[in-house]
């Protein structure tokens, strides 16, 4: 059953990142670079600069901990796992991306099992169950699309803490 309720978890949630993860508010002028004309006065969105180590680790379990930040179009989570950890089997609508920062992970999908390592890319298209077990202690990305709007729910730290801390 917990299966289940991670899968719905995982498909529809608040965390509010604070402003201070903004390192640059006020940025260096370069007029003519990166700039296309024709297109300036059609765009309204502005990009945003954060210092990641700013933003806090929300610790899930003794052996889980993770922060995220969410773009229009997508979100970047960073998993810190201690050894032993194990994000189970799931599947949701969004492509995941995953880059692993530093340790090693075994990553389960379809029958098979892959052994990442610090620089190791894996990408799931949407809809393919995986898992992850940390091998040793590992820290990665993980970057998926479209956002995960189920992030932004009141209670989605809650459900995740109940999802994860089942043996």
């Given at each position: 059953m917990y299966k289940l309720i991670f899968i719905n978890l995982f498909m529809f949630c608040t965390f509010i990142i604070p402003m201070q993860v903004f390192a640059d508010d006020n940025p260096t002028p370069a007029p003519g670079r990166a700039e296309i004309p024709v297109l300036k006065n059609h765009y309204h969105l502005k990009p945003g600069y954060y210092d990641f180590s700013n933003i806090p680790v929300v610790k899930i379990t003794d052996n889980i901990g993770f922060r995220f930040i969410m773009s229009t179009q997508?979100?970047?989570?960073e998993w810190t796992l201690k050894k032993g950890a194990k994000l189970p089997a799931h599947f949701h609508l969004n492509e995941q991306i995953n880059i692993v920062e530093s340790g090693k992970l075994d990553a389960f999908?379809?029958?098979k099992k892959?052994?990442?390592k610090a620089g190791g890319i894996m990408v799931f298209p949407p809809n393919v169950p995986h898992e992850f077990v940390a091998v040793e202690d590992s820290v990665f990305l993980d970057i998926q699309t479209p956002a995960r709007q189920d992030f932004l729910a009141p209670d989605f730290i809650e459900k995740l803490r109940k999802i994860?801390?089942?043996k």
């Amino acid at each position: 059953m917990y299966k289940l309720i991670f899968i719905n978890l995982f498909m529809f949630c608040t965390f509010i990142i604070p402003m201070q993860v903004f390192a640059d508010d006020n940025p260096t002028p370069a007029p003519g670079r990166a700039e296309i004309p024709v297109l300036k006065n059609h765009y309204h969105l502005k990009p945003g600069y954060y210092d990641f180590s700013n933003i806090p680790v929300v610790k899930i379990t003794d052996n889980i901990g993770f922060r995220f930040i969410m773009s229009t179009q997508s979100t970047m989570i960073e998993w810190t796992l201690k050894k032993g950890a194990k994000l189970p089997a799931h599947f949701h609508l969004n492509e995941q991306i995953n880059i692993v920062e530093s340790g090693k992970l075994d990553a389960f999908s379809d029958g098979k099992k892959y052994a990442l390592k610090a620089g190791g890319i894996m990408v799931f298209p949407p809809n393919v169950p995986h898992e992850f077990v940390a091998v040793e202690d590992s820290v990665f990305l993980d970057i998926q699309t479209p956002a995960r709007q189920d992030f932004l729910a009141p209670d989605f730290i809650e459900k995740l803490r109940k999802i994860l801390s089942v043996k």
